[in-house]
């Protein structure tokens, strides 16, 4: 199998992503014409909870899979506590990477 870089790499990535934000562009359209419906609002409201319940299934699921010592609860309670601050997902990911990077080099090698 030949590998194409980062030429490759992002090609590949819009070719994954390309549907599935055509299919929500789409949808978006359509429903923006049945919005005023009684019945689609109050069905945006269930699925809200739906999807509510999924992020705390998905967060336990993080918890017990990725709370392995002091450090990683730590930074697992901090990440958790940004939902009261306006700081993006992407800082967070990006600090939190930087975060176990200097654990795992000078902390934890002493």
Do not use: C, Q
């Amino acid at each position: 199998m030949k590998r194409k870089g980062v030429i490759g790499s992002i090609f590949t990535t819009l070719g994954m992503i390309t549907p599935s934000i055509i299919i929500i562009l789409l949808i978006a359209s359509l429903l923006k014409n049945f919005w005023h419906l009684e019945f689609i609002t109050h069905a945006f409201a269930g699925i809200r909870v739906a999807v509510l319940g999924m992020m705390v299934k998905t967060i336990i699921t993080l918890f017990k899979n990725g709370v392995k010592d002091i450090f990683t609860f730590v930074l697992f309670l901090l990440t958790l506590s940004t939902i009261f601050v306006d700081i993006t997902p992407t800082v967070v990911v990006i600090l939190s990477a930087l975060a176990g990077i200097f654990y795992k080099r000078v902390v934890a090698k002493k």
